[in-house]
């Protein structure tokens, strides 16, 4: 049972462009919602986290957005670089034990 | 290099084999994560430590995986018997529990694991 929805599956940008990828959560329980990073042969690595006390968060160019009525959240990847281009997972968990719960992940691809 | 290490990276095994893997955390980190991930999917949690207790485990890890981390620090990923289905990456995280970015957890390189 995927506690997780992700899409798309995948996504091809052209450099400077907006990438966007959405997740979908059941589980109201969770309060922790990170976006992790992987490139091939590598372990995910933590992008952008936000709890569901605000709405949106912004690191450098990478946004989250939150909507906890519609237990929705997404990134933005904004001015994308060739260098953006990995696997990105949306992931959630409950702030008593941390276990992720991840999407199926989406890879972006972005063209230069 | 401070980060999480996981050896041996690649392991190849016949059908019917046991194999161990191995983590190291980040030295100060209290919790210890097992994720397992299949190509084109998500991790999938496995198992987890804080210091040397192991506090749950997955639905997923059959009676043929056992997981030990013996006095809080390294651990341990033992599978027993391997089957074909079993093929994955394995990966660990560690954790602080201490506060601080949201108990942020870090990725080791991972362990592909391949049963012919």
């Known amino acids: 049972q995927q506690q997780v929805k992700q899409s798309p599956q995948s996504l091809i940008v052209q450099k400077g462009g907006i990438s966007i990828i959405n997740c979908a959560y059941e589980?109201?329980?969770?309060?922790?919602f990170p976006w992790y990073q992987q490139f091939p042969g590598k372990g995910p690595a933590l992008l952008i986290a936000?709890?569901?006390?605000?709405s949106e968060k912004k690191e450098g160019r990478f946004t989250i957005s939150f909507n906890k009525s519609a237990k929705q959240f997404s990134l933005h990847i904004m001015d994308s670089q060739p260098g953006d281009s990995a696997t990105y997972f949306c992931?959630?968990?409950?702030?008593?034990?941390?276990?992720?719960?991840f999407g199926a992940g989406t890879t972006v691809t972005v063209r230069a | 290099d401070t980060g999480v290490s996981q050896d041996p990276r690649h392991k190849i095994t016949k059908r019917g084999q046991n194999v161990t893997f191995r983590c190291d955390p980040i030295s100060e980190h209290n919790r210890l994560y097992w994720y397992r991930q299949t190509l084109g999917q998500g991790p999938e949690f496995l198992t987890y430590?804080?210091?040397?207790?192991?506090?749950?485990k997955s639905r997923l890890l059959s009676d043929r995986f056992s997981a030990e981390r013996p006095k809080g620090s390294f651990s341990t990923l033992e599978i027993q018997r391997t089957e074909q289905g079993d093929s994955a990456m394995y990966l660990c995280?560690?954790?602080?529990?201490?506060?601080?970015?949201?108990?942020?957890?870090?990725f080791g390189p991972g362990t592909r694991l391949t049963v012919l």
């Open positions: 992931a959630a968990s409950r702030s008593n034990d941390y276990k992720l719960s």
């Open positions: 936000i709890r569901p006390d605000v």
């Open positions: 589980n109201t329980a969770f309060d922790y």
């Open positions: 995280a560690s954790s602080s529990t201490g506060g601080g970015r949201y108990n942020e957890q870090f």
């Open positions: 430590f804080q210091n040397e207790a192991q506090l749950e």
